[in-house]
């Protein structure tokens, strides 16, 4: 593919093209379960391959029932300054500014995944790729489209290689430096250290492997926290980890058996709505 003639202009054309769809099908900050529907697609697409999306997902929906929850406890936590009511307001908006925080994070992220996926999958094995997608990445993702092309599985070990340099990537080059930023924003101290110390448990996982942080912000321990997420998912068996996705209720029903073609609608529903928003000239 690299002679092709396909130009560095042309490739950035696509590259952009791939962001601005991602940017659609992102939605609003507050759009988790939209985003976990394409992530799901993603993962269908690759043909099981690329694990990351799939657990992303897991994440999304993990966290909407999170942020829900929050918002429940912080509220209760703020009537101890009920007698301050200008006090509880800005302790309750740095809570909701916090947790806004974390949901651009997860939105950012996803259009991080997606674009990089449809960027590489027509362009991945083209000079001056890697312009556009870091070239460990690039790797990566080539591997990944090279198995799907030839109708061959990646290995166990490829696999989670595959997730291990994109979920590293991720964590330091987005994830991390918006954590510490919302962190470090967030004045409410007791809320704080609560909010940094989540149990996380994905649908998938027993009860015993919930995975308990002691600081949410720091970088190496969501790594850690990540790869057992990934080892708990091999451990169950991907077709058990896709199916659990279910269980929190924030998928259409019949989702699964008409997967593709809820992805491909919404899709469809979302760039029309784009196009039809952008004035055209007269």
């Not at 042309?10 to 379960?33: H, P, Q, V």
Request: with cysteine.
């Amino acid at each position: 593919m690299a002679g092709s003639g396909v130009g560095a202009g042309g490739l950035a054309r696509d590259y952009a093209a791939a962001r601005r769809e991602a940017e659609i099908l992102a939605g609003g900050t507050g759009d988790l379960a939209q985003r976990a529907l394409a992530y799901h697609h993603l993962f269908r697409h690759s043909g099981g391959h690329h694990a990351f999306p799939l657990l992303a997902a897991h994440g999304a929906l993990w966290a909407r029932g999170y942020f829900a929850w929050g918002a429940r406890a912080g509220a209760a936590l703020s009537l101890g300054a009920l007698h301050r009511p200008a006090l509880r307001r800005a302790r309750l908006a740095g809570l909701a500014g916090f947790a806004e925080a974390f949901r651009a994070i997860n939105r950012r992220v996803f259009v991080e995944v997606y674009a990089s996926y449809r960027f590489t999958l027509a362009h991945g094995e083209r000079a001056g790729a890697e312009a556009h997608v870091d070239p460990v990445l690039l790797d990566a993702l080539n591997r990944c489209h090279h198995a799907g092309r030839r109708m061959t599985a990646l290995g166990p070990d490829e696999r989670a290689h595959l997730f291990e340099t994109f979920f590293r990537w991720e964590q330091r080059m987005v994830v991390a430096p918006a954590v510490a930023a919302a962190a470090a924003g967030f004045a409410w101290e007791p809320v704080r250290r609560l909010a940094l110390r989540p149990a996380i448990r994905f649908a998938y996982m027993p009860r015993r492997d919930t995975l308990h942080f002691a600081d949410f912000a720091d970088t190496d321990e969501r790594i850690e926290k990540g790869l057992r997420a990934f080892a708990l998912a091999e451990a169950a068996g991907w077709s058990t980890v896709e199916a659990r996705l279910s269980r929190y209720g924030a998928l259409p029903a019949g989702f699964f058996a008409a997967a593709g073609t809820a992805f491909h609608a919404t899709r469809a529903r979302l760039v029309a709505a784009e196009a039809g928003s952008v004035p055209q000239p007269a």
